[in-house]
């Protein structure tokens, strides 16, 4: 990726685009699996990696921002994905403002927004949620523990007639939004908190500095 790509992707009218919108502290091998799942099931040309300011519902900021880009990129090694700060550049944290922004930038762009299934659990608690909806087709990927509850979420039941049945996911990205789905795909149940966790606990060990294996970037 060339200097100052991270804040300035590039895209074109037509062009079919998942965003995966996260702190990624870390990015890890479950946001490479859901990736590869959403590029595929979705027929997505490229998915961006959207990796937030700070999410605007967690009381913690994460780490800085140049260092959770940077090892993201050291994880996405699929060309189809771009890691992107862009959310700073334009100075949104709500994913509403975001969407409107990158809508606007990028006229002719068929955007479809990806979450995990943990997210649409909580998804009618963000900032103008069925606004995002109007705005965008949304794809849901399972994450273990919670695809069955997501089924029943707030917003599911409040969307469910705009739900596409799982067979018809490819066509996603051409709808005319609301559209949403909510695949079913082979789970990984790696979190960049069980992650921060297995780190904290090995630098409080007396052999800290030794690799941690598994446990990547
Ligand atoms: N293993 C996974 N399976 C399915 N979706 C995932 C997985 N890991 C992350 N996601 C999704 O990727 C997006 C960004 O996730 P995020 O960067 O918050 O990682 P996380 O592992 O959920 O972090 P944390 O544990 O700090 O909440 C979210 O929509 C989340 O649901
Ligand atoms: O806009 C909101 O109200 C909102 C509330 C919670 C989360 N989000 C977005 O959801 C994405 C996933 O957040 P996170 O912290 O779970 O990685 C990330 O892009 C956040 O900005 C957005």
Redesign the pocket.
């Known amino acids: 990726m060339e200097e100052g790509a991270d804040l300035n992707p590039i895209a074109l009218p037509g062009q079919r685009i998942g965003l ?6 870390p ?2 091998a ?2 490479l ?2 990736t590869e799942m959403a590029l595929r099931r979705f027929r997505l040309d490229r998915v961006w990696w959207l990796v ?1 300011p700070g ?1 605007p519902l ?1 009381a913690h900021g ?1 780490a800085p921002l140049a260092e959770r880009i940077g090892a993201a990129r050291r994880i996405a090694d699929d060309p189809r994905i771009v890691v992107t700060g862009i959310e700073a550049r334009l100075g949104t944290r709500w994913t509403a403002d975001t969407i409107a922004a990158l809508k606007a930038r990028f006229p002719g762009v068929r955007f479809v927004w ?6 649409l659990i909580q998804f009618s608690r963000w900032d103008r949620w069925r606004g995002i909806t109007a705005q965008v087709p949304i794809g849901v ?4 523990g919670s695809r069955t509850p997501a089924r029943s979420a707030r917003a599911a039941r409040i969307l469910e007639r705009w739900r596409l049945p799982q067979h018809q996911a490819a066509r996603l990205a051409d709808m005319t939004p609301p559209a949403w789905v909510l695949i079913n795909v082979p ?10 966790s297995a780190r904290r606990k090995a630098a409080e060990r007396p052999d800290a500095g030794a690799p941690l294996a598994g446990l990547g970037p």
Not at 141 to 144: E, T
């Open positions: 995966l919108g996260g702190s990624f502290d990015a890890h479950g946001h699996h859901i937030s999410n967690k994460p990806l979450m995990g299934s943990d997210n990927v399972a994450r273990p789970m990984t149940a790696l979190s960049s908190t069980a992650i921060r």
